[in-house]
């Protein structure tokens, strides 16, 4: 019996709370967006970092590792919204295909995780997030000048 009890001990996965929150952007749902959590305290893996990705409603559910839910504990948030690039008609007539990588709708503004102001603290218990509610992101001073 007791070795049964330390194999669970020694596995190293905290148990997963569930986790659902909702992004807002310009004060409408955020579908397609990629919610991530990254520990507070650093030392998180790829394989720690809770994820979920958000529905038309702008509602998501995270999970780690394949599994739902996410450790209890405090986080940075990033967010990002990759959508294929618009294409662009050339003088011609024809289609210009100049860059075929997604692009992020938020332009990296919420990106990382080292900048981020976003940040959460997950409950050893159902967790209801508070809505994130992102702001328009402002084009750079080039941008505007054109």
């Known amino acids: 019996m007791i070795v049964g009890l330390s194999g669970l001990a020694c596995s190293g996965r905290a148990a997963l709370q569930p986790v659902q929150g909702k992004v807002l952007y310009k004060n409408q749902p955020l579908s397609g ?4 959590l990254h520990a507070a305290t650093g030392g998180d893996t790829l394989a720690d970092w809770p994820v979920g990705q958000t529905q038309q409603d702008g509602t998501f559910t995270l999970a780690t590792g394949g599994q739902n839910g996410a450790a209890a504990g405090e986080y940075r948030v990033t967010i990002v919204c990759l959508q294929a690039p ?6 011609a007539g024809g289609l210009s295909t100049a860059s075929e990588d997604p692009e992020d709708h938020l332009k990296g503004a919420y990106a ?4 981020s102001k976003l940040r959460v603290v997950i409950k ?3 967790n209801h997030l508070d809505p994130f509610v992102l702001p328009a992101v402002e084009t750079s001073t080039a941008a505007r000048r054109q």
């Open 33 to 36: 967006a990629t919610v991530i």
């Open 86 to 91: 618009q294409t662009k008609s050339s003088k």
């Open 112 to 115: 990382d995780p080292a900048k």
């Open 124 to 126: 050893n218990r159902i």
